[in-house]
């Protein structure tokens, strides 16, 4: 398998025409520009659809109707567009149908600015439209991460009936790195029996809708949905730990942010100071169990985002009270630098050990 020198918003289109993408629905923003440019190009040589919608509130719409079909279908956008998208996916979450969104986010709030962001992360990870779901949210820190869960993703959304998103930022969408793309085996999935194919005589008509007027019948729905997520929980959480069997302090970063924090655990050990890092690959669910792990050693935590603080609320809840939890972020486009943690993490330990008396 040979190596391709590729753009993040780029591997994730040829990704997602491997993983069997059948449509696509978009419209331009940036950072993400390349992907219906490339989907514009290439899939329609690959036997599917690219549709440039009017609007990104058209476009969600029509992943809704190409998903009820039961074809595989995504969307992408940048923060305002996913924004914009909102009301779609609460309806296609509350439908149980099955798509991939991309949010190559950028900075906010309002249009903001186009450089790279992690502040969507409340939007991805809570639900950023009306009623009780969830997004299987994914956030690869490179290129080759990104096109492997891209190809799983649509395996997912269709096991589980349900949106799977990958949240991104500027620097994955524009940056340039090697990918290899592997041959992989079909997974087993379940038949699209729900799906809108027309009845040719034989059966009753499939409707799909989100509109339950009698209560018993929507809470069920509710019920239905998190046993789902309960399932998630069971079955799909992953993060990567890198030094942490004898850390006393830990950073929580993912996406871009977690490859400058990764340096920086290498700074800090050379100076002496055990830190590590955990790395969440699923955002939601998010995952917990990798703090259930962690050594005695630790006296802290650290969650290091480029917003003002997001996913530090998963990180104490994941945390328990049994350790100090600190955060360092930047915003509005504006990245770290390795030596900018590594500051923020030595402070935070002479804080702990302060109010510790050690």
Same mark, same amino acid.
């Given at each position: 398998?040979d ?23 978009g ?12 989907? /514009?190009?290439?899939?329609g ?17 029509? @992943?809704?109707g190409?998903a ?25 979450c509350?439908?149980?149908l099955?798509c ?5 986010s ?12 992690q502040?969507d ?9 009306n ?8 956030a ?39 990918v ?13 029996d729900w ?15 989100s509109l ?8 069920n ?15 799909? @959480? ?5 030094q942490t069997e ?10 871009t /942010? ?55 609320d998963? @990180? ?7 350790w ?15 030596q ?17 008396? @050690?």
């Amino acid at each position: 398998m040979d190596k391709v020198l590729m753009k993040g918003n780029e591997a994730l289109c040829a990704a997602a025409i491997r993983g069997g993408c059948q449509f696509f629905f978009g419209y331009p923003i940036t950072p993400q520009n390349e992907i219906p440019e490339y989907m /514009s190009r290439e899939l329609g040589r690959a036997g599917g659809t690219f549709l440039q919608a009017e609007s990104e509130v058209a476009a969600i719409n029509m @992943v809704y109707g190409a998903a009820g079909a039961g074809a595989r279908v995504m969307t992408s956008s940048s923060s305002p567009g996913i924004a914009l998208k909102q009301e779609g996916i609460s309806y296609i979450c509350g439908a149980e149908l099955p798509c991939v969104i991309v949010n190559i986010s950028r900075g906010g709030p309002g249009l903001g600015g186009i450089q790279p962001s992690q502040a969507d992360y409340f939007q991805a990870t809570r639900g950023g439209g009306n009623g009780d779901y969830y997004l299987l949210v994914f956030a690869p820190a490179n290129i080759q991460e990104a096109a492997d869960l891209m190809i799983e993703a649509f395996d997912l959304a269709d096991l589980y009936r349900m949106p799977v998103m990958i949240l991104g930022d500027g620097m994955l969408g524009q940056m340039m790195e090697p990918v290899v793309f592997k041959e992989r085996k079909p997974r087993d999935l379940p038949q699209k029996d729900w799906a809108t194919t027309g009845t040719a005589g034989k059966r009753k008509p499939n409707i799909i809708n989100s509109l339950r007027l009698d209560p018993a019948e929507l809470e069920n729905l509710n019920i239905r949905l998190q046993e789902k997520y309960a399932q998630l929980k069971a079955n799909e @959480v992953r993060y990567e730990t890198h030094q942490t069997e004898d850390a006393e302090l830990v950073f929580v970063a993912y996406g871009t /942010s977690s490859r400058i924090v990764k340096n920086a655990v290498a700074v800090m050990r050379a100076n002496g100071l055990k830190a590590g890092l955990i790395r969440p690959i699923t955002l939601w669910p998010f995952p917990e169990q990798a703090f259930e792990e962690l050594p005695d050693s630790l006296r802290a935590l650290m969650s290091v985002e480029l917003s003002h603080g997001q996913m530090i609320d998963d @990180v104490k809840i994941a945390a328990r009270g049994r350790w100090p939890v600190g955060f360092y972020g930047r915003s509005g486009g504006m990245i770290f630098t390795q030596q900018e943690i590594v500051e923020a993490g030595e402070k935070l330990l002479r804080e702990v050990s302060h109010v510790s008396g @050690v």
